[in-house]
């Protein structure tokens, strides 16, 4: 698959990605799927809201945030729209182990870029980063029929 960087934010060098998930054999395997690719670099990880925010006030804002909906200090969703208020052009894929339609609803209502179940394929979590990071939305399961 070819990955190419489409965001002005970093045009030479590799897409920096920071990954918001309490469970570390999840964070475990992000980074082993962006360490394969040789597009990608793993900016940051943590466990909690807190953790990132420790990041982001330390001006380490990725070129993208892979962000799970439930985590021990809070919920996703309320980071999500902390982040964007001060970082609005920062795209932010959300991950869960919910497949109710209504979690990737209210993604989008918070203004994430995607929504992804944890059940997916590594190959689909590669295309949903490429799609946010191209400036599109991903949503799994599907918006569209609301949409329009």
Same mark, same amino acid.
């Given at each position: 698959?070819?990955?190419?960087?489409?965001l002005s934010v970093h045009p030479v060098s590799m897409m920096r990605i920071a990954v918001?998930?309490?469970? #570390?054999?999840?964070?475990?395997?992000?980074? #082993?799927?962006?360490?394969? #690719?040789?597009?990608?670099?793993?900016?940051?990880?943590?466990?909690?809201?807190?953790?990132?925010r420790l990041h982001i006030e330390r001006d380490d804002i990725p070129d993208i945030i892979?962000?799970?909906?439930?985590?021990?200090? &809070?919920? &996703?969703?309320?980071?999500?729209? *902390?982040?964007? $208020?001060?970082?609005? *052009?920062?795209?932010?894929?959300?991950? #869960?182990?919910?497949? *109710?339609?209504?979690?990737? *609803?209210?993604?989008?209502?918070? &203004?994430?870029?995607?929504?992804?179940?944890?059940?997916?394929?590594?190959?689909?979590?590669?295309d949903a980063l490429e799609t946010v990071i191209s400036g599109e939305v991903y949503f799994?399961?599907?918006? $569209?029929?609301?949409? &329009?």
């Amino acid at each position: 698959m070819m990955f190419l960087p489409t965001l002005s934010v970093h045009p030479v060098s590799m897409m920096r990605i920071a990954v918001v998930d309490d469970h #570390s054999i999840m964070r475990a395997v992000y980074r #082993s799927l962006i360490d394969d #690719s040789p597009e990608l670099d793993m900016a940051w990880s943590a466990s909690t809201i807190d953790e990132a925010r420790l990041h982001i006030e330390r001006d380490d804002i990725p070129d993208i945030i892979i962000m799970d909906v439930t985590l021990p200090d &809070g919920t &996703g969703y309320d980071l999500v729209r *902390e982040i964007l $208020n001060e970082y609005p *052009e920062v795209p932010i894929l959300m991950v #869960s182990a919910h497949e *109710e339609r209504s979690y990737a *609803e209210q993604a989008a209502e918070c &203004g994430a870029k995607g929504y992804l179940v944890k059940d997916s394929s590594p190959a689909e979590l590669m295309d949903a980063l490429e799609t946010v990071i191209s400036g599109e939305v991903y949503f799994k399961p599907s918006l $569209n029929a609301q949409q &329009g």
